[in-house]
C-alpha cells in the first residue's frame, strides 16, 4: 500500500509516462488512468512525450480543486498485494463456509422469509388491481391497452426460493435481513454493520436471431435491458464497496447450483460486517493521520512564521544599534563644540535637552539596557 498526495500524483504524472510511472506503482497505465480519473487530476494528452522529446512546445493543464468528498491523499494497493490480498479473502470465505451445514432450497412458496412473502403478495396484488382496472373499462373502451400483469414464471420462482433460502439461512447464523425490493436488492446487517445485496438472474449479451431471442422467461420483463438474456444462473452480489481483496460476488453454473452455492455466499454475508468495521477504522486512522498530519504542517508554518518574527526583531535591533551610534557620535561632536548650542533648545536648557538626547539614545540602544 502507498500512500500519496493528490498534488503529488499530479506532478508525477507530468514528470514522466504513464506506461512508465504506472510500473513503478505496480500497477497497469489503465488501473493509474482510473485512478487520476477519480480524483480528477488531469493526464498529458496523447503525443505529449513524444512532442517534448522532439523539442516542440507543449502545453501543460492546472490541477483544478479537490472535488467535494474526493480525499486529497490517495491510497494505492499494488497488484501483488492485491492478488494477495484477495487470495486471503477468498480462504477466510472458504474456512468460514465449512461450518455453515448445507441446506436445501425449498420446492413450494410455503414457509417463505416475510421479505419474499411480501414479494409474492405484491405480485398478486397487482394482477388483482389491473385485471379490475381492465373489467372496468370493458366493453365501453375497446382500445383499452393495458397489458396483464403476466404470472411468476419458474425463473421467477426460483430467484425467490433461493432468496428465502439465502435470508432465512443468513439469519440462522446471526444476521439480520433489513428490507428488500422485488428486484432482488437486499439489505442486510451482521456484527452491526449494514450493506446492500443483490440476488438477480445474471445476464448476457444476445447476438442471435430477434425471432430467438428468449422472452416470458419473467413476469418483470422492465426489470432488465432488452438487449441482455439470461443465462439461467443466478448472480449474489454484495454490493456496498467492503475494501479490496474482498470476495463479494458469486454465480451458478452448470456444476455448481444455488443449493451448493448458499453456504460460500453466507459466509460472505457474514464477513461483510467485520470487512466494513476494519475498512471503518481504516477510514478514521487515516482521517486521524491527516488530521495529525495537517496540525504538524500548521505547527511547522507557525514555527516559521516565529522564526522570521525572530529575525526580524533581530535586525530591527541591529538598526537600533546602529542608529544609537551614529547619535551618540552627533551629540559627542555637539558637546565638543558648545557654541553650536543655543542657550535653549526646544525649549529646553540646552543642558536639559542634552540629558533628554542622552537618555533616548540609551533607550533606543539594545545593548544598554540588560
Known amino acids: 500500500m502507498k500512500e500519496i498526495s493528490r498534488e503529488e500524483l499530479f506532478k508525477l504524472v507530468w514528470r514522466k509516462p504513464m506506461t512508465r510511472l504506472a510500473e513503478e506503482f505496480g500497477l497497469s497505465d489503465q488501473g493509474l488512468a482510473k485512478i487520476c480519473t477519480r480524483h480528477a487530476i488531469p493526464k498529458p494528452p496523447p503525443g505529449y512525450w513524444a512532442k517534448r522529446e522532439a523539442g516542440k512546445e507543449v502545453e501543460r493543464r492546472n490541477l483544478p480543486p479537490c472535488p467535494a468528498g474526493t480525499p486529497s491523499i490517495i491510497r494505492i494497493t499494488q497488484r501483488s498485494q492485491f492478488q494477495r490480498k484477495s487470495r486471503e479473502g477468498r480462504k477466510r470465505v472458504e474456512e468460514v463456509a465449512v461450518n455453515i451445514a448445507k441446506t436445501s432450497i425449498p420446492g413450494t412458496l410455503r414457509n417463505l422469509h416475510p421479505i419474499v412473502a411480501a414479494w409474492v403478495d405484491e405480485h398478486r396484488k397487482e394482477q388483482v388491481e389491473l385485471r379490475a382496472r381492465f373489467r372496468a373499462h370493458q366493453p365501453d373502451d375497446l382500445w383499452w391497452g393495458e397489458e396483464e400483469l403476466a404470472d411468476l414464471t419458474e425463473r421467477d420462482l426460483y430467484r425467490f426460493r433461493v432468496t428465502s433460502a439465502l435470508l432465512n439461512w443468513f439469519e440462522t447464523q446471526g444476521g439480520r435481513a433489513l428490507e428488500g425490493s422485488i428486484r432482488g436488492k437486499l439489505k442486510m446487517e451482521v456484527s452491526g454493520e449494514k450493506f446492500e445485496v443483490s440476488v438477480v438472474e445474471k445476464m448476457y449479451q444476445f447476438h442471435g436471431k430477434p425471432s430467438d431471442e428468449p422472452k416470458g422467461w419473467t413476469a418483470f420483463p422492465y426489470h432488465h435491458n432488452s438487449a441482455l438474456a439470461p443465462t439461467g444462473f443466478l448472480r449474489f452480489t454484495i454490493t456496498t464497496y467492503l475494501g479490496t481483496g474482498v470476495k463479494k460476488e458469486w454465480v451458478e453454473t452448470s456444476k455448481l447450483n444455488g443449493e451448493d452455492l448458499l453456504p460460500t455466499v453466507i459466509a460472505g ?102
Do not use: C, T, Y
Open 269 to 370: 454475508l457474514l464477513l461483510a460486517g467485520p470487512a466494513l468495521a476494519a475498512r471503518r477504522a481504516e477510514f478514521a486512522e487515516r482521517d486521524r493521520r491527516i488530521e495529525a498530519e495537517r496540525v504538524a504542517e500548521e505547527e511547522r508554518r507557525h514555527m516559521a512564521q516565529l522564526e522570521q518574527e525572530k529575525w526580524r526583531l533581530f535586525r530591527d535591533r541591529a538598526k537600533d544599534w546602529e542608529e544609537a551610534q551614529r547619535l551618540r557620535s552627533f551629540l559627542a561632536a555637539l558637546e565638543a563644540n558648545p557654541h553650536g548650542l543655543a542657550d535653549e533648545i526646544d525649549g529646553m536648557p540646552a543642558a536639559d535637552w542634552l540629558k533628554w538626547a542622552h537618555r533616548k539614545v540609551e533607550e533606543l540602544d539594545p545593548l544598554a539596557a540588560p
